[in-house]
T-cell receptor
């Protein structure tokens, strides 16, 4: 079965450093997403991406975050200057369509980011 | 805005016990409802879904019915197995994004 893959599985970084989380969505999917889960809290939507641009973003997705699809297969989340509160599990996801009602969103295993 | 409230755990059951995980939602419009599961060391997987009121989603012995009158989507399984040990997330979606509950960790002992 096709799957979304994410790297790294775990990263520890110092506060203020830049971090790039990488994802390879399922190959024929057109919509890409990042979600995150702070330990003990809900899984939260960050951003959705379609046709090489952001289609929706949450309040969490401020100027320190950016997403990119640099080469047609990877989908990256960059955090420019990490803060302690960015420590979380980051999930990449993809789907063929944008309609969640008739559509399945496939998630990766997550990248656990620890900011120290 | 849309929100999901689900039963929090952790919960520990014995094999063959009956499982219910409560989930209620607040939403505008007519969202779809989902249960996702995360097995240890794996990503979020769609377990089942329902797209309109009174629909029942089912998969792997799990069931959930979309109840508009009680704004609920409770997950049930009649007889859990050790392999059902995982974290279960209720979610709703009406457009691109999903809104998740906090997740509930289930451990099933032999």
């Amino acid at each position: 079965e096709p799957e979304v893959t994410q790297t790294p599985s775990h990263q520890v970084t110092q506060m203020g450093q830049e971090v790039i989380l990488r994802c390879v969505p399922i190959s024929n999917h057109l919509y890409f997403y990042w979600y995150r889960q702070i330990l003990g809290q809900k899984v939260e939507f960050l951003v959705s991406f379609y046709n090489n641009e952001i289609s929706e973003k949450s309040e969490i997705f401020d100027d320190q975050f950016s997403v990119e699809r640099p080469d047609g297969s990877n989908f990256t989340l960059k955090i420019r200057s990490t803060k302690l509160e960015d420590s979380a599990m980051y999930f990449c996801a993809s789907s063929f369509s944008d309609r969640t009602s008739g559509n399945t969103i496939y998630f990766g295993e997550g990248s656990w980011l620890t900011v120290v | 805005g849309n929100s999901v409230t689900q039963m929090e755990g952790p919960v520990t059951l014995s094999e063959e016990a009956f499982l219910t995980i409560n989930c209620t939602y607040t939403a505008t419009g007519y969202p779809s409802l989902f249960w996702y599961v995360q097995y240890p060391g794996e990503g979020l997987q769609l377990l089942l879904k329902a797209t309109k009121a009174d629909d029942k989603g089912s998969n792997k012995g799990f069931e959930a019915t979309y109840r508009k009158e009680t704004t609920s989507f409770h997950l049930e399984k009649g007889s859990v197995q050790v392999s059902d040990s995982a974290v279960y997330f209720c979610a709703l979606g009406g457009s691109e994004k999903l809104v998740f509950g906090k997740g509930m960790k289930l451990t099933v002992n032999p």
